[in-house]
């Protein structure tokens, strides 16, 4: 099986930063693209920022030029700079890989648990 597990969430100031890490573990042969998502109370869960294994980053419009989405291939990891927070930030914060277990194998979607990111004076 596969895990991923987030840390780095917490109460911060508006304008303030937070840095979220996303460790996989478990059978992992490869892992393509690796997301963040976020889902605040009584909304939908909205993409946030995709990072390819080659490093490639797409960003949501609204995170765009605050947030940076990186990765460390050889620790399966991925984090999630985050920069000038908003209170409209505020939300769950889950990871998200595309993940093969073994040579061949069709690659797989695995969430996180999540992390509490929480922006307010």
């Known amino acids: 099986q596969v895990q991923l597990v987030e840390s780095g969430g917490g109460l911060v100031q508006p304008g303030g930063s937070l840095r979220l890490s996303c460790a996989a573990s478990?059978?992992?042969?490869?892992?393509?693209?690796m997301a963040w998502y976020r889902q605040a109370p009584g909304r939908q869960r909205e993409w946030v920022a995709t990072i390819s294994s080659g490093g490639s980053t797409n960003y949501a419009d609204s995170v765009k030029g605050r947030f940076t989405i990186s990765r460390d291939n050889a620790k399966n990891t991925v984090y999630l700079q985050m920069n000038s927070l908003k209170p409209e930030d505020t939300a769950g914060y889950y990871c998200n890989a595309n993940v093969a277990v073994r040579a061949l194998a069709p690659y797989q979607s695995y969430w996180g648990q999540g992390t509490q990111v929480t922006v307010s004076s």
């Open positions: 478990g059978s992992i042969f490869s892992i393509n693209n």
